[in-house]
């Protein structure tokens, strides 16, 4: 498992990017509500073309960082499908969900990443 990961679930980015990128399996102070929409039963395919499947989560025990607003408190559980996806695939597949975006030119992030995609050669250089 290869961080970031991501979405491939989803074909309507409208939301927040964030919902679409795990950079780790770590997140923020969600409720399970929120955690179930954004992430439980997606699957998210990491830099080696590996797909993985959110099938949970854990609470992490409190600490004296808890009160911090960035603390983490969940953490993600993914298991293998043991199903890949090539490179062309995933390229294709994320320009054609950043044009299909209403946000698409009128946010420059997603002008960004779309020329970072279209310029990228493997499978690493599009997830980071």
Same mark, same amino acid.
């Given at each position: 498992?290869?961080?970031?990961?991501?979405?491939?679930?989803?074909?309507?980015?409208?939301?927040?990017?964030?919902?679409?990128?795990?950079?780790?399996?770590?997140?923020?102070?969600?409720?399970?509500?929120?955690?179930?929409?954004?992430?439980? $039963?997606?699957?998210?395919?990491? $830099?080696? $073309?590996?797909?993985?499947?959110?099938?949970?989560? #854990?609470?992490?025990?409190?600490?004296? @960082?808890?009160?911090?607003?960035?603390?983490?408190?969940?953490?993600?559980?993914?298991?293998?499908?043991? @199903?890949?996806?090539?490179?062309?695939?995933?390229?294709?597949?994320?320009?054609? @969900?950043?044009?299909?975006? #209403?946000?698409?030119?009128? @946010?420059?992030?997603?002008?960004?990443?779309?020329?970072?995609?279209?310029?990228?050669?493997?499978?690493?250089?599009?997830?980071?």
């Amino acid at each position: 498992m290869k961080f970031p990961m991501i979405n491939i679930s989803d074909t309507n980015w409208e939301e927040d990017l964030d919902w679409y990128i795990l950079f780790d399996l770590e997140q923020k102070s969600y409720n399970e509500l929120v955690v179930t929409k954004h992430f439980f $039963g997606k699957d998210f395919v990491d $830099g080696q $073309g590996m797909i993985y499947t959110v099938v949970g989560w #854990k609470k992490k025990p409190k600490s004296w @960082r808890s009160w911090l607003p960035n603390y983490c408190n969940m953490e993600l559980v993914l298991k293998k499908t043991h @199903r890949s996806m090539p490179f062309e695939e995933i390229k294709s597949s994320l320009l054609n @969900r950043i044009k299909a975006s #209403k946000r698409y030119g009128k @946010r420059e992030s997603f002008l960004f990443w779309k020329k970072h995609i279209e310029a990228a050669n493997t499978l690493e250089e599009i997830v980071w």
